[in-house]
């Protein structure tokens, strides 16, 4: 975006279905993730930042239906470092604000919690 500032975005579709016991799974991901260089720029530097994740699975077992979803919100400290041929690593620590949702035919659940953040990526940037 800028030389100090950097955005990520995440996106994950998982869809399983298990032949002998006919249990399906579905999962979506999806994210994005703003980090502000206060030493370094893109190439690399101590970073501060803000992450959104929101996740909605679903399934069906024994015929039961089950639908959840939940968000996570978190700030974070992390850091970034790129080679000169490009290979990139990346972490970032912080905590997350996390709550769910869960849903059957017969109950429903909800849930809401702090706990850490951890991101640990390597990559190659160009």
Known sequence: VADRVGISVVA???KKNDEPTDEKVSLLEGGANVRYYVTGSFRGGLQLGAEAVYVHASGDAMDVEVKAAGLGLSP???YKWTHRS???LEGQLGATVMTARAESETATASDSAVGPMLNL???YSF
């Open 12 to 14: 994950v579709s998982f």
């Open 121 to 123: 990526q390597i990559g």
């Open 76 to 78: 974070f400290l992390g």
């Open 86 to 88: 490009g290979i990139t």
